[in-house]
Nanobody
Framework: QVQLVESGGGLVQAGGSLRLSCAAS????????MGWYRQAPGKQRELVAA???????VYADSVKGRFTISRDYVKNTVYLQMNSLKPEDTAVYYC?????????????WGQGTQVTVSS
């Protein structure tokens, strides 16, 4: 199995910055995909940023130019640097990993970390 532990959420004023971290641990062969999603109250969970299978990055249009995803392959950790935060970025942010466990690829989720941006 894979355990994902997130950290770095909190309360920040509009225009501020936060950095989220997600560390993966457990018995997995390989992590193929890793990224961040978010869910605001009353809305569906949406992709924020992620690494693809080939190591490229994808971003939601709403965060392009403001957020940067990075990854430490040795530490199995993914980061999300969030700059120029807006009130509409307020949500619970979830780390996601698609990993090979016992020969099968499965999706795993962190517990979520709250990001609140005040105006």
């Amino acid at each position: 199995q894979v355990q994902l532990v997130e950290s770095g959420g909190g309360l920040v004023q509009a225009g501020g910055s936060l950095r989220l971290s997600c560390a993966a641990s457990g018995s997995f062969l390989r992590i193929n995909l890793m990224g961040w999603y978010r869910q605001a109250p009353g809305k569906q969970r949406e992709l924020v940023a992620a690494f693809t299978r080939i190591g490229s990055t994808v971003y939601a249009d709403s965060v392009k130019g403001r957020f940067t995803i990075s990854r430490d392959y040795v530490k199995n950790t993914v980061y999300l640097q969030m700059n120029s935060l807006k009130p509409e970025d307020t949500a619970v942010y979830y780390c996601n990993a698609r990993a090979i466990v016992l020969g099968r690829e499965n999706d795993y989720w962190g517990q979520g970390t709250q990001v609140t941006v005040s105006s």
